[in-house]
C-alpha cells in the first residue's frame, strides 16, 4: 500500500486546510483510514480516522474542527481542518490499515505534509 499526501500549507490562525490523501491499493474500500500529526518535540497524535463503513473517530483536540471523509471511488481520503490554531502547526501523515479503526498502531503510512499555522 503506497500513500500519497498533500494540501499542507502555510495558513494564518482561523483559516482552513483540506488535506489529501491517494492510496494506491485495490481494496481501498476495506481499510481503516487515518490521520496523525507530530509538532516539534512532541508526540505523534492521531487526530481523525474513519472506518471502511464510515464511523469517524476524532482527537479531541480536532472534535468540532475537523473531519474525515473518505471517497471510496477515488481511493482518497480527506481531512478538512477549519478554524485553525498555532498548535495545529505539525507534520500531518495519512495512515492505512485492514484492521479496526480504534487500531493503535496502522501498518501502512504515507510520508508527511507540513501544516503551519501562524498567529
Known amino acids: 500500500v503506497q500513500l500519497q499526501a498533500s494540501g499542507g500549507g502555510l495558513v494564518q490562525a482561523g483559516g482552513s486546510l483540506r488535506l489529501s490523501c491517494a492510496a494506491s491499493?485495490?481494496?481501498?474500500?476495506?481499510?481503516?483510514l487515518a490521520w496523525y500529526r507530530q509538532a516539534p518535540g512532541k508526540e505523534r497524535e492521531r487526530v481523525a480516522a474513519i472506518s471502511w463503513s464510515g464511523d469517524r473517530v476524532y482527537a479531541a483536540s480536532a472534535q468540532g474542527r475537523f473531519a474525515i471523509s473518505r471517497d471510496n471511488a477515488k481511493n482518497t481520503v480527506y481531512l478538512q481542518m477549519n478554524s485553525l490554531k498555532p498548535e495545529d502547526t505539525a507534520v500531518y501523515y495519512c495512515?492505512?490499515?485492514?484492521?479496526?479503526?480504534?487500531?493503535?498502531?496502522?501498518?501502512?503510512w504515507g510520508q508527511g505534509t507540513l501544516v503551519t499555522v501562524s498567529s
Open positions: 491499493v485495490r481494496t481501498f474500500s476495506k481499510y481503516a
Open positions: 495512515a492505512a490499515d485492514t484492521g479496526s479503526v480504534y487500531k493503535k498502531e496502522y501498518d501502512h
